[in-house]
């Protein structure tokens, strides 16, 4: 991979970009088909999959966007076939060792989200171990939902302020959003302003449906393993048209 440094920040302007999101999160779907088109085992769709993350992270990082959330793994996505999952984990394990030392040298953080617990534990050790290191690097964080599910996280967080409540903790009407966000998988990750997904499908397939709630949508046709640079500068460049209410009047 070409050094980053060199590549500098983006020229914002030249690229039509307005205005840069914070927090930009990717529903990365359509790997499968994108090896079934070529006649390829839909592993070989998960491999050509990470290097779409290569690309779309150094963006994110030159284009100045401080958060990005990746959704690589659904607790849905246990179903499927044993193979299938086996690779995914495997492919998983490599990825989280290869990069970690380019993303100490650019001073990402790195955290997952999700029900890590179900992860093997050989992958969660790793997972632990790189969150740890990399937890003071301040100049991007990047998180990866595994075995992530939003209506699981929220599930979470009601049984977990229903136990506050009978041990006698809290009373029922100091819950509100604040407090129910405190019991989300990373209570201080702020809320996306722009999520993508890839492969055409309109749906949010259970992806931070909490944090979500006012996030502008990109949605392509472009299957995961053919998203690149372009299009996601594509997709802030829209971000920056759009007239976020939140609501209210203008
Ligand atoms: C997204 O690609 C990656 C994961 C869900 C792990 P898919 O594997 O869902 O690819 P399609 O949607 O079947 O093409
Ligand atoms: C969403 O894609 C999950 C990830 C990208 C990890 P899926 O392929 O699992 O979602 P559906 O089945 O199209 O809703
Ligand atoms: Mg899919």
Avoid: C
């Avoid at 534990?121 to 075995?147: C, G, K, V, Y």
Wanted: hydrophobic fraction near 40%; glycine fraction near 8%; proline fraction near 4%.
């Amino acid at each position: 991979m070409s050094s980053w440094s060199e590549e500098g920040p983006l020229d914002l302007s030249a690229m039509g970009i307005t205005q840069v999101p914070r927090h930009v999160a990717v529903i990365m779907d359509g790997n499968g088909r994108w090896a079934t088109h070529r006649g390829l085992p839909r592993v070989m769709g998960h491999k050509a999959g990470a290097d779409a993350v290569r690309r779309v992270l150094r963006t994110a990082y030159r284009l100045g966007v401080s958060h990005l959330t990746l959704y690589a793994f659904s607790e849905q996505n246990w179903g499927r076939p044993q193979e299938e999952v086996t690779r995914l984990m495997e492919l998983l394990l490599h990825h989280i060792r290869s990069e970690q030392v380019e993303l100490m040298e650019r001073g990402i953080r790195f955290q997952g989200m999700g029900s890590l617990e179900r992860l093997p534990p050989e992958i969660l050790a790793e997972l632990r171990d790189f969150e740890a290191r990399s937890s003071s690097n301040a100049d991007m964080t990047l998180t990866l939902a595994l075995s992530y599910g939003g209506r699981e996280e929220m599930v979470r967080a009601a049984r977990q302020l229903a136990e506050e409540v009978a041990a006698g903790r809290l009373r029922p009407e100091d819950i509100n959003e604040e407090r129910f966000k405190q019991h989300l998988y990373l209570p201080a990750l702020p809320d996306p302003d722009l999520l993508i997904r890839t492969s055409g499908e309109l749906r949010v397939s259970n992806f931070l449906l909490w944090q979500i709630a006012y996030a502008e949508l990109y949605i392509t046709e472009t299957l995961w393993p053919d998203f690149g640079e372009e299009e996601f500068a594509e997709a802030v460049r829209q971000y920056g048209r759009r007239d976020r209410r939140f609501g209210l009047t203008r």
